[in-house]
């Protein structure tokens, strides 16, 4: 497509430039956000939903990218690591409130190999790979002392802080794009939207009504 004053052919702001694939635009709206957002640019909203199909949703954070999907880490037994395995569908959300930007994504999920989910979690620091251990997530917690101490039962257990073994419930999901939509803010709630949609092995793009 052609650029004409800085605007593509589209008629959209030139932050939406032209890519025939969206985690390419997607990087470039990241890295943007990297400069510009004060805490963690890559947390992003996770949404399931459970076999009554009732949704939920929470903030992770984003540890890994690539063409083939969107990378977050967590307890396999939570609640939302139970869902998955039950219903393994799941959409994202990323809001950068300082350049007033937000992408969607909806996808089906498949769990990370073990040498991925290995590798990033010896590069986490000592006491989270312990409170990996330490904490049994969404379970009920009689008072904050338990989960304490089992934490000191851990370091314990565990006092070489180089030789921590991740615990088998705890790994990856890779949530595979099905679509990717990139919005903008507009004045007067004139936004800017543009969705990607993917058939097989490419990409279709449109503009969507604010």
């Known amino acids: 497509m052609n650029q004409k004053n800085g605007k593509n052919s589209l008629g959209l702001d030139g932050c939406f430039e032209e890519h025939d694939n969206p985690i390419d ?3 470039k709206w990241f890295d943007k956000a990297k400069e510009s957002e004060i805490n963690d640019p890559n947390a992003v ?7 009554n199909n009732q949704p939920n949703v929470r903030m992770v954070l984003l540890k890994g990218l690539s063409e083939k999907g969107f990378v977050f ?4 037994n939570s609640k939302k690591g139970n869902e998955l395995k039950n219903n393994q569908k799941a959409s994202l959300c990323f809001h950068w409130k300082s350049l007033r930007r937000q992408v969607r994504v909806i996808g089906e999920v498949e769990e990370v190999s073990s040498s991925e989910a290995d590798e990033y979690y010896n590069s986490r620091p000592y006491k989270n ?3 990996a251990w330490a904490s049994s997530q969404s379970q009920v917690l009689d008072k904050r002392d338990t ?3 089992k934490i000191i039962e851990y370091e314990k257990k565990y006092p070489n802080q180089k030789e921590v073994p991740r615990p088998l419930h705890w790994s990856g999901w890779r949530v595979l794009p099905k679509e990717i939509e990139f919005w903008l803010d507009g004045e007067g709630r004139i936004h800017e939207r543009l969705i990607y949609k993917k058939n097989k092995d490419s990409w279709s793009k449109n503009l969507l009504y604010p």
């Open 25 to 27: 635009l997607f990087k």
């Open 45 to 51: 909203a996770v949404a399931t939903a459970d076999k």
């Open 73 to 76: 880490y967590t307890n396999f």
């Open 129 to 131: 790979r312990i409170g």
């Open 147 to 149: 989960f304490l101490k």
